[in-house]
């Protein structure tokens, strides 16, 4: 069924005797989608169906409009009647928006399409196997199993000769499969955390409602709500507001502010705004927008490599290097002693005979000692390092996501573990951010907060109410629906705003009916202030409100409550700093409200409006103290961080008393200490560069700070070696979050322009959750260093025995299947094992690591070299001893050798979970993983040795040898026991090893 016979069921069923025009137009309107497409169908109907048949909502010709903003064709906004016109066509209203009726929004997606945009396709499973499949040496592998498959089956016959060659490929396939399967979760899971940080809110009108929705949830004819600090969600035209500019260097990559007016009203989806506020129609979505059409384009790439990882492929390589080494000499020493008749077969003959050779012996001779010395590498380079970074990463982002943090750039993870300093705003972080009057004085006297109706003029009280509801950038709704109305804005806005409707008496309505804004001057940190200049009576009267002392600067004059106007001098102008200063001390954030009465005829600009308002020579209407109660957990977290020799330094924009009542009762200062200084903005931003430098470690409270001030703050600290993380939540915090290296930004109050500046989201504003993810930080760190000793331990043991086994004996006790096993537990399922454990108390009582510790420590060192040399000493042992200790043949002494170096990397996964406790034990039941892998490896061990033996080259061993096996690689538990009493000098120990500093 198409739309022209859906409005014909609607209509019909609605009313038989329309009006001759309705039938006539209704009757166009089928005759027309006849000839049209569907989509055009759905785009003709709005344009053309009168309102009062619009029953059945379809869109309108979206092409022209798309076009619109992207051209900023104005002759055509002008034709459509402007805005005014184009909201009418649309079907939407400037002050009410569009139905939030899901029908309605469900066909205006149809018609317009949805604010999304295509992305690049995430790699398939298969090709994640194929990058597995590329590792060169696997390929080599890959091809040496081929040549074993022929020479066996020529040698052999096909039915016991194709063994060695098919157990090679189902190991590489095994190795490549778990690889593979392990890459695509982590990539699926990045590719979801990478979509919900695209995932912003914005404010849009609705019903005559101001709400929150989601960027992907805005439809064409919505009407947004746009302040500082706010992402422009799609294309769309200015309807109204006051000194609107954005900044389009996202797409333009000029960074000058542009102004939008009724001049110039088109604003393009991405740009952002950066002073001002004001309202928008959404004209075009998706890719019908140039920010659509780009960002479609754009392949992001969500695994790029990470600091550590890039720290680790250094390791990798240098390791790599060193397994190529002993790789060439074992290839070298085999060969010879293959040529020279020293290599036997497991029955004693020689596998070189010169007089009974023939080429195709020889080949398969020497392809097998290549084969065996690619193992070695393919087991020596540990590829599993930049994996075990990615588990990580990928399993802290998962649960950081369940703490409260959202993590935009993966560098950020580990990055928070090495933090050594933290510079944190105040409201809304280290306080709930929810705002209540308490405190409210006019003149000299206090009046309280309920009954002000009641003790104060009404002169009074209407001026204060213009100058709470006018010079605002919060919003009231009220209808009869609701008993209580509901209030938007900040939270600063929206207690001032609930204070004046419940006990002002303050009517909304009724204020801008009876006055009309002619300019607004918008707050911004550097001004901490904001105006309105209103024409009440044809008089101009001009509203100012800010940080009280800001204002009382600019007061010649003070309202009595009795509404007479009394002169201020020196000595009244100090009574008032008191009461600000009284109000600070007791946590209060102060605001001043003040007018002036406009004599002569306001200048104005091209627009037609006033292009300054007066700010000198105003009438003090009242003082308010705002209370923002501390959260009950910041005072645990502050000791948390300076446990963990994090210090942690507030810089906020409140004076400087209530900034050190906050402090004080958050922790971050204590009485008496000289150590701890607490400064200005202004006075720090005047020291010297020496004297900056000097005093930054000592500073913990930065009063009336502004942008540049945090951001010279956080420059100083980095200068004298700290790892710095900074909090915000401003568009003008964004410079200082930008230049930290880790920036969190706060998920409810946060501008998107602070968002996008960030590399971690704080969805729920605490600073709780950025000791939390400190502690997940430092968790990174550790679970990477756990494995590189685990792994680490391996690769020496198995060099070692393999080159002395190749060079003394001609023979290497592993196999390459057995080799390729060992590497599959070691670095897969090792990291997996590792690289999974969540954060414990311990690491937030140690120092951080800052810039210049080394990855490898000298206790990891100690660790892994004392087991590694315990496993070469007892697997030598066995090699060459093994058949007259045990009594048995070559094979199972292999087998032995094979179960007991397996059986010791599981014992040492154990020990790898901590590095410097001594009880290994201690949580073991908190990771489930750790358990899991650890059954799942024995089991499969198991199966090696007594099912699998043709595939694994081993012999079935019975319960003594098991035990031998099992228990001689227990013996690696109490071994590292011991040796965590061993202390280690750092500098000596470094000092022999510079190379591993890397």
Known sequence: MDYASIFLARTSSVSFTLP??????????????????????????????????????????HQSFGHLVKEKRADDLHQLGGPSGLITKLKSDSNNGISSDNEEIRARKEAFGTNTYPKKKPKGFFVHVWDALSDPFLLILIVCAAFSLGFGIKEHGFKNGWYDGVSIFLAVFLVTIVSAVSNYKQSKRFDKLASECDNITVAVVRDGRRQEISIFEVVVGDVVLLNIGDQVPADGVFIEGHSLQVDESSMTGETHPIDISEKDPFLCSGVKVVDGYGSMLVTAVGTDTEWGEMMGTITRDNNE???????????????????????????????????????KDENGVQEFNKHHVSASNILSGLVNIFQQAVTIIVVAIPEGLPLAVTLTLAFSMKRMMKDNALVRNLSACETMGSVTAICTDKTGTLTLNRMTVTEFW??????????????????????LCQGVGLNTTGSVYQNNSLSVPEISGSPTEKALLHWAVSSLGMDTDSLKRGCKVVHVEAFNSEKKRSGVLLLENRKLLAHWKGAAEMILARCTGYYDNDGSVHDMDVEQKSHFERIIKDMAASSLRCIAFACKNIEE?????????AAKIEDDGLILLGLVGLKDPCRSEVKTAIEACKSAGVTVKMVTGDNIFTACAIAKECGIISEGNEMEVVVEGQEFRNYSPEKQLEIADKIRVMARSSPFDKLLLVQCLKKKGHVVAVTGDGTNDAPALKEADVGLSMGIQGTEVAKESSDIIILDDNFSTVVTVMSWGRCVYNNIQKFIQFQLTVNVAALVINFISAVTSGKMPLTTVQLLWVNLIMDTMGALALATDRPTKELMKKKPVGRTEPLITRVMWRNLLSQALFQVAVLLIFQFKGQQMFGVSEKVNNTIIFNTFVFSQVFNEFNSRKLEKKNVFEDIFRNKMFLAIIAVTILLQVLMVEVLKRFAGTQMLNWEQWGICVGVAAITWPLGWLIKFIPVSEKRFHEMLPRWRS
Not at 313 to 336: H, W
């Open 601 to 609: 005829v306001a200048r104005t600009n091209e627009e037609g409006e």
């Open 20 to 61: 001759r025009k309705r039938w006539r137009i209704a009757f166009t309107i089928i005759i027309t989608c006849r000839t049209l497409s569907r989509k055009q169908r759905n785009q003709y109907v709005l344009i053309n169906m009168p309102t009062a048949s619009f029953l059945s909502f379809k869109g309108t010709h």
């Open 442 to 463: 006019v003149g000299k006297e206090a009046v309280s907060t309920e009954g002000v109706t009641e003790s104060v003029d009404a002169r009074v009280i209407s001026l």
């Open 305 to 343: 490599e990470t600091p550590l990882q890039e720290r680790l492929q250094g390791l990798t390589t240098n390791i790599g290097k060193i397994g190529v080494t002993v790789a060439v000499l074992v290839f070298a020493v085999l060969t010879i002693r293959y040529f020279t008749g020293s290599t």
